[in-house]
């Protein structure tokens, strides 16, 4: 989480770029990986070895800690390679072996390998998941823990424009900047979603980075005048900001879960990532968010804190 950095969502379209241009060069094949003693001494009794992976923003850094923790507890060797970029970078990543594991969200992960999908509440998204995977693909079990995208505005735009849910930006988009990362210019619950759901038009985009500080300060001092930004982001409360109502589920149910290479999806592995889930909840993610991204803990330390606490370490 420390990872969170400025130059995230510059590394993100750099990434995004090699992607596009059908590069050759694997996004993560430079070695970012950090193997615990312990994970490295046991690794043969806990059934072998596990690359994590995860997106560019401190939550999905921080469950990533968490699910490391938690299989080098049962044996399990672990490797690291952290905001190695956005979806669109980390799935080839776990397609090619580059990575295993990587902490998802239900909806958006649906969305990306089927567009068409009318799934919304989290049973039937995560019902839909098994089909829409490819075969060497597989999630494990979700965690009542869920974060969503959001369209963000300050109180003074709330409060000039009268502004409630996504809906009421349609009048006024026209006049607004929306700040958002560079791929939420083509998804489908991004930009195209607005319009299609809502009648949404900002005047312009800004490329920004995931959630991260790039959109916050860009929020703050109004350089944008809406922004995407993570349901569970503690900046939300602490800048007094609105998270607009998205009544016609633009955004669908973001349960955490774990999606991993089914080939490694063994008893021992299966077993200490689906005790992670049952015990991680909203509030204690939003939580545990709040001390890497507010107090400037080490997302290593407090994940290991949260797996004592709840004795999965």
Excluded: H
């Excluded at 299609?196 to 790039?214: E, H, I, N, Q, R």
């Amino acid at each position: 989480m420390t990872k969170y950095r400025a130059l995230a969502g510059l590394a993100t379209i750099a990434l995004l770029a090699l992607t596009a241009c059908g590069s050759s060069s694997n996004p993560v094949a430079a070695d970012s990986s950090s193997t615990s003693a312990a994970g490295s001494a046991s690794g043969s009794s806990g059934g072998g070895a596990i690359t994590i992976g995860s997106a560019d923003f401190p939550e999905s850094a921080l469950v990533a800690e968490i699910y490391a923790g938690a299989l080098q507890a049962k044996g399990v060797q672990v490797s690291k390679k952290l905001s190695i970029g956005s979806r669109e970078v980390y799935i080839p990543a776990i397609k090619d072996g580059s990575i295993d594991l990587i902490p998802e969200y239900s909806g958006n992960l649906l969305a990306y390998f089927d567009k068409t999908s009318k799934a919304v509440s989290s049973t039937d998204v995560y019902a839909a998941l098994p089909k829409a995977l490819p075969s060497s693909l597989k999630v494990l079990a979700q965690s009542t823990a869920e974060d969503k995208d959001a369209i963000v505005v300050t109180k003074a735009t709330a409060d000039k424009y009268k502004l409630t849910s996504i809906a009421d930006l349609a009048p006024v988009a026209k006049d607004l900047t929306l700040g958002a990362p560079p791929e939420f210019e083509t998804r489908v619950d991004g930009i195209p979603g607005l319009k299609a759901k809502y009648g949404v038009t900002f005047t312009s985009f800004k490329k920004l980075d995931t959630g991260g500080p790039l959109t916050v300060a860009a929020l703050k001092n109004g350089q944008v005048q809406a922004a995407d930004i993570f349901s569970t982001d503690p900046s939300i409360a602490a800048n007094g900001w609105t998270v607009l109502a998205d009544p016609q589920f633009l955004y669908t149910a973001q349960n955490v879960l774990p999606l991993i290479n089914g080939a490694k999806a063994n008893d021992t592995v299966t077993a200490a990532l689906d005790a992670v889930s049952a015990k991680l909840d909203t509030a204690t993610l939003t939580t545990l968010v709040a001390q890497v991204v507010t107090d400037k803990k080490d997302a290593a330390t407090v994940a290991a804190a949260w797996l004592k606490t709840n004795n999965l370490a």
